[in-house]
């Protein structure tokens, strides 16, 4: 056959596939670009089984632009909460208000418009223009660059952003006259649920007859995609600080700044390891665990002017981000006043600083760190907290 019979092929025999099998997701009831534009930044990075219970309450919390452009950023953030990469629901807040402030409330039909709206890249620009507005616009992500690699047997590497540019040529190229929404979310189903990554279903493929990667043996090394670095470690020792007087019951948790990675999002007090601590981790010698717990009071203490006290290990626990691994050692920890079960090296240590005389009593409430708070479980409700989190205070509230 033909380059252009062996295209044609292509869109035709998957569009066709499509429409028999399509799943009925929330998000495809309509056409709508604000709907369509919450489930594309949704399922960046994420299972479409994890995302649809998130989508459907944050759509029934949110169900216009307006009303996300309106909410309180802590509120989109809790309704985000456990989808991870919290960048992504600033970023489409961020957005929303831009289309309240300039295009009155209404997603533009424009590429050049929707293009420039915070958080929306290339892929994102593709899906809303195809999908929402039927525009032949390729939407090309790893899925779709997966299936055209294969499809073709393109050796390029498609974590190279010329691989990318190429890709979204050809994808356009391959868009049926007046079907480009249906086109664009047949090449993500395909990828999705038949030409997975580590072993493609090649038998019910709906392309699979002129598929070059299988007639050449080669569906399982293809694509071609250099390995990105392994995130960087970092260690840091967390506090589970329990309250006394009218904050018994509650925990000490304190809120991250309003920029950087998990912006404004409720934590545990932790402190970062230097290099040459970070394999005390590894330690179970007495010296070094009570060393890292005097470090972790230290810290607590000049933030807060509290004497807090580590008196025992919790948990140990790992988060892996895109680019970063935290490794984390958790201390139950309260505002005693005799040694706890770390005894001699940490109470030794912080009776030494002057900081340590001053009573938790006197520190007056008007004085307390904005960005610190007691909470009791029922604040979990409200206060968004990153995963990490929250499997630790789950198991603690346990």
């Known amino acids: 056959m033909e380059q252009q019979e062996i295209k044609d092929y292509f869109s035709t025999e998957l569009l066709s596939w499509y429409r028999l099998v399509k799943r009925d997701l929330p998000w495809r ?10 489930s594309e930044i949704m399922l960046q990075q994420t299972r479409v089984d994890t995302v649809i219970p998130y989508y459907n309450t944050f759509m029934s919390k949110f169900p216009t632009v307006e009303a996300l452009a309106a909410a309180p950023e802590t509120e989109v953030l809790k309704c985000w909460e456990g989808l991870g990469y919290y960048s992504r629901a600033r970023n489409l807040q961020a957005g929303a208000k831009e289309v309240v402030e300039r295009y009155g409330g209404i997603v533009p039909d424009d590429k050049a418009s929707v293009a420039g709206l915070k958080g929306v890249g290339p892929y994102t620009s ?28 393109l050796e390029d590497d498609i974590a190279k952003p010329s691989t990318r540019i190429g890709i979204e040529k050809l994808a356009a190229s391959l868009i049926p006259e007046g079907a480009a929404g249906d086109f664009n979310q047949a090449l ?39 390995k990105a670095k392994p995130p960087r470690p970092e260690f840091r020792a967390a506090a ?23 912006a404004q999002m409720w934590e545990l007090p ?6 040459d601590k970070a394999n005390w981790l590894d330690e179970k010698a007495p010296k070094e665990q009570g060393e890292l717990a005097e470090l972790l009071g230290r810290m607590l203490q000049e933030d807060t002017e509290l004497l807090i006290r580590p008196r025992g290990w919790f948990t140990d626990a790992d988060h892996i ?10 201390y139950l920890a309260d505002l005693g006043e005799e040694p ?25 409430v008007n004085q307390w760190p904005e960005h610190y708070r007691w909470i009791g479980k029922e604040d979990m409700d409200s206060l968004p907290f990153p995963n990490l989190f929250l499997r630790i205070l789950k198991q603690y509230w346990e």
């Open 29 to 38: 009831t309509n056409r709508d670009p604000y709907r369509v534009w919450v």
């Open 321 to 330: 981000f895109s680019h970063i691994h935290w490794r984390m050692r958790f």
């Open 188 to 226: 993500m189903e395909l990828g999705a649920l038949v030409c997975t990554p580590k072993s493609p279903s090649c038998l019910p493929c709906p392309v699979m007859e002129h598929c070059a990667a299988r007639l050449n043996g080669r569906e399982t090394e293809l694509p071609i995609k250099t």
């Open 340 to 364: 706890g079960v770390l005894e001699a090296t940490t109470a030794a240590a912080l009776e030494t600083d002057s900081l340590a005389a001053e009573s938790a009593t006197k520190y007056e």
């Open 126 to 153: 593709g899906a809303i223009m195809s999908i929402a507005f039927n525009r032949p616009e390729p939407a090309v992500d790893g899925n779709v660059m997966r299936v055209l690699s294969r499809y073709f047997c």
């Open 270 to 275: 932790h402190l970062l390891l230097t290099p």
């Open 240 to 262: 589970i600080v329990a309250g006394s007087g009218e904050n018994k019951g509650k925990i000490l948790v304190r809120q991250r700044p309003a920029t950087g990675l998990l």
